[in-house]
């Protein structure tokens, strides 16, 4: 199955319909599989007095507070069913990230059957009891997350029949994340100890390391987007933009095509090559019928139409039954 290459648009709409709209054009434009927003109630999700992080008070208005940078930002429900019909019409999957079960549940009800949830809420254990009872799909991104943590979300799932619907993204809760810490080799370790299907949620600049996860194995790849990184708004900063996200995904893509099935065969484009550059065996000098064959008498020259030089040991010590020219390939009826 291809890897499915999320466009997380998230809050990158800056509260506008018409600016979510034209994100959710350009990721199909770019080829991404999938166009992500975010889903909650600032009301739920941020007491009045929960501080900005430090990346966000970089990335937005450092006197506005947590709750109202959020409150901003808000999706209503009638913009989700616009943005969830607008996307069927391009043709591109809509996704969100619900921040409570509340949120999930209105998700479920509108229709998604591929739920994100957020690094944070992986410890939010209502949601997951809502979210592995609907036994859809869902990515879990593991930022921040202990092994413990991870395996205890996990049980939920299990317990309600669902685990092999989940899939854990390696993550780095970061804006933008260090190349240092990424640790995509961690993938495989999450993939060995939980037995369940693993990808990447990308947040450091750049493109490199989404490809990596690609030849590492990531079945799903995660990278925000936007349309403008210098616009306001806490995630615009760590986003690609459209021409970045066509690069990430012709890359992937790419990779895809080249890691192949893992058989290792002749290709059919090898096969002028191994004629000719593979070496044959032939005379080292003019050989007279009659004569013993000696490691000395034999030469390995291109092209590779003849015995095969590994042969040489076959040879050694028979009779040559006709006379052959230096340089002569030698075959096997040429001895007894």
């Given amino acids: 199955m291809p890897i499915r290459i999320i466009a997380e648009i998230g809050v990158n709409h800056n509260g506008s319909i018409d600016m979510a709209c034209e994100l959710i054009r350009n990721a199909k434009g770019c080829g991404a599989d999938i166009a992500k927003f975010q889903t909650f109630s ?28 959020l409150k901003k930002l808000e999706l209503s429900r009638e913009d989700h069913g616009e943005l969830n019909r607008y996307c069927e019409k391009l043709g591109i999957e809509f996704c969100s990230t619900p921040y409570s079960r509340e949120d999930a549940e209105f998700l479920y009800e509108l229709g998604v059957r591929t739920f994100k949830v957020a690094s944070a809420d992986i410890v939010d254990r209502t949601l997951h009891e809502f979210l592995a009872s609907t036994g859809c799909e869902c990515i879990v991104a593991t930022g921040m997350a202990t092994l413990d943590e991870i395996a205890a979300t996990l049980d939920i799932y299990e317990r309600n029949g669902s685990r092999e619907k989940v899939i854990l993204l390696q993550c780095v809760s970061a804006y933008p994340a260090e190349l240092a810490d990424v640790n995509l080799r961690a993938m495989n370790l999450l993939r060995e100890r939980f037995q369940v299907r693993v990808g990447f949620s990308d947040h450091t600049r750049g493109c490199a390391c989404a490809v990596a996860a690609a030849a590492l194995g990531a079945e799903v790849i995660e990278k925000h987007f ?60 003019d050989l007279m019928a009659g004569e013993v064959i000696s490691m000395a008498d034999l030469a390995f020259r291109r092209p590779g139409t003849g015995l095969s030089p590994m042969r040489y040991p076959e040879l050694v010590g028979l009779q040559l039954r006709v006379s052959l020219r230096a340089g002569e390939p030698l075959q096997r009826e040429h001895l007894r």
């Fill in 42 to 69: 600032a009301d739920r999700l941020a007491a009045w007095n929960t501080p900005k992080v430090p990346y966000q008070l970089r990335t937005s208005d450092p006197e506005e507070s947590h709750y109202d940078m």
């Fill in 226 to 285: 936007t349309l403008d990184p210098s616009l306001p708004g806490p995630d615009h900063a760590a986003s690609v933009t459209p021409v970045e996200l066509t690069e990430l995904v012709q890359s992937i893509r790419a990779v895809e095509l080249a890691l192949g099935d893992g058989v290792k065969r002749i290709c059919s484009a090898e096969e002028a090559m191994r004629g000719v550059s593979r070496k044959s065996i032939v005379a080292a000098r």
